[in-house]
C-alpha cells in the first residue's frame, strides 16, 4: 500500500517536473520512474520473502541492517541494468534514443540515490516487523503468565482438597466411638500424608519408594472411607525403587481412581498399582475396575497438572496415557530411565 | 415415634448417624441406604417422618432424590455433606437443616431438637425438594418404579402423562409407568421446556405432536407422532398454539 503510493507520488512529481519542457512526451517520465518501480519492486518482494530469516536480528538492529545491506552492491547493479534496458528497449521500439549521462556518471549518482532509498525502505520494514515482533512477545508473555497462573490454582486446589479432607476427619469421627485403635491409626496417616503435601514442592523430585508410600497413605485413608467397596494390588519390580520421579506425581492418578471409579458405584472396586521397567522406561500403571470413561472425556485439573509436570521435567520424552482397558480405566506414565533432561 | 431413613455411602458415616438416631428416645432408624437410588427406594416404601440424605452419593445424589420425591407426601429433608459450598449456600438461604461432616452430638442434637419442632408445624420437606430441583438437572431424569424397584428413565423419552386420581400414568414409547405423583407436582418436577398441558389430566411432551385438527366449536385433536390423538381442551388452547408458533 505505502509502497504503490510512493510510486505513484514519485511518477506524478517527475511528470510534473517535466510538464513544461516541451522537449519531453508525458509518457517519458512515466516509463522512467515506472521501470524503477519495476526492479525496486523486485527487490522490495525478495526483501518481504526472506524477512521471517532475519527476524531473529529484530533487537540487534546492525546485524538485521547489515546482513540487508550486504546486497546494496548487487541490488545497484541489477536496478542499473534492470532499469536501464527497460528505458533503452522502449525508446528503440519507439524509434528514438534514450540520453542519459554518461555510463560512469550514471553509475555514481544511481548508487547514492539507491543508497538513500535502500536505507529509507529499510527503516520502514525493520519497523514494521519489529511492531509485530514485539506484538508476539507480548502475546507469547501472556500466555505464558495465564498458563503458570492456571498451573498454580491447579496445585492449590490439589494441595487443599476440602472434599477429601472433611470426609476424613467425619470418617475419624466416627470410628472414635467404635474402635479407638482404627481412628488413632487413621488420624496418624491423615498427618503424615499432610506433612508430605506441605513438605513438597512442584519441582521437587522423590523415590518412587516414598511416591508409594504416599500413595499407600491415602489409600489407607479411603480404604477406612469406602471399607470393603475397595480392594487394593501392588505389582511393584522392587529393584525400581530408587529411581527419582517427581514428588506427589501419581497421587492425582489414584484420586481419580477413587472419584470416578469407587465414588460412583457402590460394587465393590480392584484397584491396581504396578511399576516395572519396560525399554527403557520406568512405566507406572494405576488402573480400576468397573467404571469407563465417560464419553467425549477429557483431563480434569490433576491430569493436566501431572502432563504439565511430566513435561517441564522430563519434555517430550515422558508420557502419561489414560485409557479403558478391560472392564474400567488404567493411567499409565512412562518416565525414561536414563537421566532427567530431555 | 419419629421413624427416619439414613443414606450415606461411607459405612462409618452411615453407622455413626445410625447410632447417633437410634439413640435419641423419640427416634428410630426405619431403613439405611447406601446410594441414591436405593435411598429413594427406602423413602418410597417406608414412609418415614425424616430422611438424612448425604449430598454426595453414586447413582443419585441426595438434591437428586429429593427432587425426585413427591411434594405433598414427602418426609423433612435433613442433608448431610462433607464439603459443597454451593449447596450448603442453598441450604442457608431456606434454612433447612443440614449437617456438615465432621459435626459433634451438640451439632447433631440441635439439628434433632429442629427436626422435632417443625414436624410439630407440621412442615414437610417442601423447602429441600425445591432446592433439589432448582440445582439439579432434575428435569432431565425421572424416578419411576419398575416392578419391586425404582429405575431412572429419560424424560425425553415420555411422550405423554395421563392423571388418573392419585396417580399418574407416564407412557413412553416402550412402556408405561404408573406413579403415585400428581400431575402438576411432576410438571413442576420436569419443568415447561419440554412438557405442556393440553388438557385437565393431560400433559404431552411437545416434540411428540405430529400435527393438529381442528374439530366442532374450537375443539381441536392433538396428533402425537405415535399414532395416538389426544383431546386438546379450550382452556390450554391459546397457551399451546403459543408455544407451537401458531
Known amino acids: ?342 | 415415634m419419629i421413624r427416619a431413613v439414613i443414606a450415606d455411602d461411607e459405612a462409618p458415616a452411615r453407622e455413626k448417624l445410625e447410632r447417633w438416631v437410634a439413640e435419641q428416645p423419640d427416634m428410630k432408624v426405619v431403613g439405611s441406604a447406601e446410594d441414591g437410588l436405593s435411598a429413594a427406594q427406602c423413602i418410597e416404601r417406608l414412609r418415614p417422618e425424616v430422611a438424612f440424605l448425604d449430598v454426595q452419593m453414586p447413582a443419585l445424589s441426595g438434591l437428586q432424590v429429593a427432587a425426585q420425591l413427591e411434594l405433598s407426601r414427602a418426609p423433612l429433608i435433613v442433608f448431610v455433606t462433607a464439603y459443597d459450598e454451593h449447596a450448603v449456600k442453598a441450604f442457608d438461604l431456606n434454612a433447612i437443616d443440614y449437617l456438615l461432616k465432621p459435626y459433634d452430638s451438640d451439632r447433631f442434637a440441635r439439628t434433632v431438637q429442629r427436626v422435632r419442632e417443625r414436624l410439630h408445624s407440621h412442615e414437610s420437606g417442601a423447602k429441600a425438594i425445591a432446592i433439589g430441583r432448582s440445582r439439579d438437572v432434575s428435569c432431565e431424569r425421572l424416578l419411576v418404579p419398575d416392578h419391586e424397584r425404582l429405575q431412572l428413565i429419560d424424560s425425553a423419552s415420555i411422550e405423554w402423562l395421563e392423571a388418573d386420581g392419585n396417580y399418574v400414568h407416564v407412557h413412553t414409547a416402550v412402556r408405561t409407568y404408573l406413579l403415585r405423583r400428581t400431575l402438576q407436582d411432576l410438571l413442576s418436577q420436569l419443568g415447561e421446556l419440554r412438557f405442556m398441558r393440553i388438557h385437565r389430566s393431560i400433559a404431552v411432551n411437545l416434540s411428540c405432536i405430529a400435527s393438529l385438527t381442528s374439530l366442532f366449536k374450537g375443539d381441536y385433536e392433538v396428533h402425537l407422532r405415535n399414532g395416538r390423538i389426544l383431546r386438546l381442551s379450550r382452556r390450554y388452547r391459546e397457551a399451546l398454539f403459543a408455544r407451537m408458533g401458531r
Open chain 1, 1 to 342: 500500500m505505502l509502497w504503490v503510493v510512493f510510486w505513484l507520488l514519485m511518477i506524478s512529481v517527475s511528470s510534473q517536473e517535466n510538464f513544461r519542457n516541451p522537449l519531453t512526451r508525458w509518457w517519458e517520465p512515466v516509463l522512467w520512474e515506472g521501470s524503477s518501480a519495476l526492479v525496486a519492486t523486485g527487490w522490495l518482494l525478495l526483501a518481504v520473502r526472506i524477512r521471517k530469516r532475519h527476524a531473529l536480528y529484530l533487537d540487534r538492529p546492525l546485524v538485521w541492517f547489515g546482513t540487508y545491506l550486504r546486497w546494496l552492491p548487487v541490488i545497484i547493479i541489477t536496478w542499473i541494468a534492470g532499469a536501464y534496458s527497460i528505458r533503452h528497449g522502449v525508446y528503440a521500439f519507439v524509434g528514438r534514443a534514450y540520453e542519459h549521462p554518461s555510463w560512469g556518471f550514471v553509475a555514481v549518482y544511481e548508487s547514492v540515490k539507491l543508497t538513500i532509498f535502500v536505507g529509507l525502505w529499510l527503516g520502514i520494514l525493520f519497523g514494521i516487523d519489529s511492531h509485530g515482533q514485539w506484538q508476539r512477545q507480548q502475546q507469547r508473555l501472556l500466555e505464558m503468565q495465564r498458563a503458570l497462573a492456571s498451573a498454580q490454582l491447579a496445585h492449590l486446589q490439589g494441595q487443599l482438597r476440602p472434599h477429601f479432607l472433611f470426609n476424613a476427619l467425619n470418617t475419624v469421627s466416627a470410628l472414635m466411638h467404635t474402635d479407638v485403635a482404627r481412628a488413632d491409626r487413621l488420624v496418624a496417616a491423615l498427618g503424615d500424608l499432610l506433612r508430605i503435601s506441605l513438605r513438597s514442592s512442584e519441582g521437587e523430585m522423590t523415590s518412587l519408594a516414598q511416591e508409594l508410600r504416599t500413595l499407600e497413605l491415602y489409600a489407607d485413608i479411603m480404604r477406612e472411607r469406602f471399607r470393603d467397596r475397595v480392594a487394593l494390588t501392588w505389582q511393584v519390580d522392587p529393584a525400581l525403587l530408587d529411581i527419582p520421579i517427581p514428588a506427589l506425581l501419581l497421587q492425582p492418578l489414584l484420586e481419580n481412581v477413587f472419584k470416578h471409579g469407587v465414588e460412583r458405584t457402590v460394587a465393590r472396586v480392584r484397584i491396581n498399582i504396578g511399576a516395572r521397567c519396560e525399554d527403557r522406561n520406568l512405566e507406572i500403571v494405576v488402573s480400576n475396575s468397573g467404571s469407563l470413561l465417560t464419553p467425549g472425556h477429557h483431563d480434569g485439573v490433576g491430569l493436566r497438572n501431572c502432563r504439565d509436570r511430566l513435561r517441564i521435567v522430563y519434555g517430550n520424552a515422558a508420557s502419561l496415557i489414560v485409557h479403558e482397558e478391560g472392564d474400567g480405566v488404567a493411567a499409565r506414565v512412562s518416565i525414561p530411565l536414563a537421566g532427567t533432561t530431555p
